[in-house]
């Protein structure tokens, strides 16, 4: 399998925004062969008929999902696919030896019971589904280098807890204060047609969806909990602004301590992320915009302190396709496989 020591992998779902951007940076990985496409509805079309800007770039043919061949040739697979289809395919690749890892919310949750009351389903792989780790590697980096099985994290997830988890771990904030306010852009509805998403609609406007019961809130919940070690409830409200990529997730906070200034909390956030080489905190009075992370895998931080309040600001921003998705997926196989953290995947993004 694979070429010149290459480790060969496959994706499933290869036809949405998340799986053309992992074939776009895959192809560029120096340790990877990308080998495999699979999806039912587009089976049998060269991929570069779904995306035309791909052609004489990827030559590779849509392929049924046949679970035997697909272990057969490929040593990791990433499942791209709507909730509730990935629990059913990853147990039978696992045992086959493969490593998965899942970019829907399928294995996103230690208590299966969260995930059947937010995306319903009829679930059989407890067991297997015990074995899965979070993919947020600046938490959970070791983890991930010892699993076989990823349950790569939502997109306002990971620009919200990348935000969050400084404060929690270290007990700085109370918790239950905290406030999520974010933003997205239009690719996060994906690429299937809906009226909200259509230029026409979504365009010279801003505006709030699934206020209260979005359903990366007991994502968000269930990690913040692990790192306060107590259960722990936040407000998370989300918005679709008029860009086609991009995150910003602005996170309010009651400190424990009135006392600290926002010096204090850039010297923190310095030293929680010093091992992290993806998440870039902001010096002083400097706040990220979506711009800077479009293209690439990084995620900006800036903080804020308001004495008057006493509360802390957080601002982070992700590319909602890259860090939030893809480029994640990619860092999490780099530390399975053993490899640098940051090995294809892009640092620098467009700009302007």
């Known amino acids: 399998m694979g070429d010149l020591g290459r480790v060969p992998v496959g994706i499933i779902g290869a036809s949405g925004y998340g799986g053309v951007q992992l074939v776009r940076l895959l192809m560029d ?61 990853a147990p039978e690749l696992l045992a086959k030896g493969c490593k998965v890892l899942d970019l829907s919310a399928d294995y996103r949750f230690t208590d299966l019971d969260t995930y059947t009351t937010w995306y319903g389903g009829d679930r059989h792989d407890r067991e297997v589904a015990s074995t899965a780790v979070y993919g947020l590697p600046e938490l959970y980096r070791d983890r991930i280098a010892q699993s076989q099985l990823i349950g790569c994290p939502g997109c306002y997830p990971t620009a919200s807890l990348l935000a969050l988890s400084p404060l929690l771990k270290q007990g700085l904030i109370v918790p239950d204060t905290a406030i999520i306010d974010a933003k997205s852009g239009t690719s996060g509805g994906g690429r299937q047609g809906k009226i909200n998403l259509l230029l026409a609609e979504a365009d010279n406007s801003l505006g709030a969806y699934n206020v209260g019961r979005h359903r990366h809130t007991p994502e968000i919940e269930q990690i913040c909990s ?46 929680f992320y010093r091992g992290a080489p993806w998440v870039k905190v902001l010096s002083s009075g400097v706040y990220p915009q979506t711009k800077w992370a479009c293209g690439n895998n990084n995620c900006y931080i800036g903080v804020e302190v308001d004495a008057r309040t006493g509360r802390i600001i957080v601002m982070s921003a992700i590319d909602n396709l890259i860090k939030g998705q893809s480029g994640q997926a990619i860092q999490c196989l780099n530390l399975m496989m053993g490899w640098e953290e940051t090995l294809g995947l892009p640092q620098l993004g467009f700009y302007p």
């Open 226 to 271: 692990d790192l306060a070690g107590h259960e722990v409830t936040v407000q998370f409200t989300p918005h679709l602004i008029p860009m086609v990529r991009g995150i910003l997730a602005t996170v309010y906070a009651t400190l424990r301590d009135p006392g600290l200034v926002r010096e204090d909390l850039v010297t923190i956030y310095t030293a």
């Open 29 to 89: 990985h120096p340790r990877v062969e990308l080998v495999y496409l699979g999806g039912e509805s587009s089976a049998g079309k060269p991929f570069s008929d779904l995306y035309p800007h791909l052609v004489n770039l990827v030559d590779l043919i849509v392929e049924p999902i046949d679970l035997e061949k697909i272990a057969a040739r490929c040593q990791a697979v990433f499942l791209s696919l709507p909730n509730g289809l990935a629990y059913q395919i």
